[in-house]
């Protein structure tokens, strides 16, 4: 069974920085693509980030280029999302999700297996 268990979040003031990971079980992240969604209330979930099936190229939406870095540890089978800069608009449940697609792809139907969120809150 494939699991996706992401921390990390918490309360932060505007212009501080947070860490998620999110730690995979029942798969291995050769050839596929790891993504980071958000979705606020009222809205429909966003993609944040992506790193290719290959592992060779990350990819951001333009509201988080320059602040937001995807990285994997492939032997702790673990994907993380560094935040910096936070804005109160970052604020949102964030999900990881796995892929088997080829490529990136920020759209949420691509990707096959997903976290059960972690709760960020960006206060001004």
């Known amino acids: 069974e494939v699991q996706l268990v992401e921390s990390g979040g918490g309360l932060v003031q505007a212009g501080g920085s947070l860490r998620l990971s999110c730690a995979a079980s029942g798969l291995s992240f050769d050839g596929y693509g790891v993504g980071w969604f958000r979705q606020a209330p009222g809205k429909e979930r966003e993609g944040v980030s992506c790193?290719?099936?290959?592992?060779?190229?990350?990819y951001y939406s333009d509201s988080v280029t320059g602040r937001f870095t995807i990285s994997t540890d492939d032997a702790k089978m673990t994907v993380y999302l560094q935040m910096n800069s936070l804005k109160p608009e970052d604020t949102a449940v964030y999900f990881c999700?796995?892929?088997?697609?080829?490529?990136?792809?920020?759209?949420?139907?691509?990707?096959?297996?997903w976290g059960q969120g972690t709760q960020v809150t960006v206060s001004s």
């Open positions: 790193l290719s099936s290959s592992h060779g190229a990350t």
């Open positions: 999700a796995v892929g088997a697609f080829a490529g990136w792809t920020l759209r949420p139907y691509d990707y096959d297996f």
